[in-house]
């Protein structure tokens, strides 16, 4: 059975920070490329930040510089570093996993931003 297990949402200042992490198990974690994106209310679900299994990241333009991915094979496990955080990154986010034609979602860990 494969599970993509987020946790490390919660409520945040703006400019805080938070680190999202998601375990993965069932699934031969390390060939697998890693993604996290996000659902605001009312609006579509966006790519914010992947990552190969070779370890190359990529990012959202809106999140370049403040958020960081990250991946532990050994721990079966995706991060996502989110610093100086803003109003506008309050969602749900979601992990994310491809290979090939295989692809699994976990179910949404919430971060809201607000003063």
């Known amino acids: 059975q494969v599970q993509l297990v987020e946790s490390g949402g919660g409520l945040v200042q703006p400019g805080g920070s938070l680190r999202l992490s998601c375990a993965a198990s069932?699934?031969?974690?390390?060939?697998?490329?890693m993604a996290w994106y996000r659902q605001a209310p009312g609006k579509q679900r966006e790519l914010v930040a992947r990552i190969t299994s070779g370890g190359m990241p990529n990012y959202a333009d809106s999140v370049k510089g403040r958020f960081t991915i990250s991946r532990d094979n050994a721990k079966k496990t995706v991060y996502l570093q989110m610093n100086s955080l803003q109003v506008e990154d309050t969602a749900v986010y979601y992990c994310?996993?491809?290979?090939?034609?295989?692809?699994?979602w976990g179910q949404g860990t919430e971060v809201t931003v607000s003063s």
């Open positions: 069932g699934i031969e974690f390390s060939i697998y490329v």
């Open positions: 994310n996993g491809i290979f090939s034609r295989l692809g699994y």
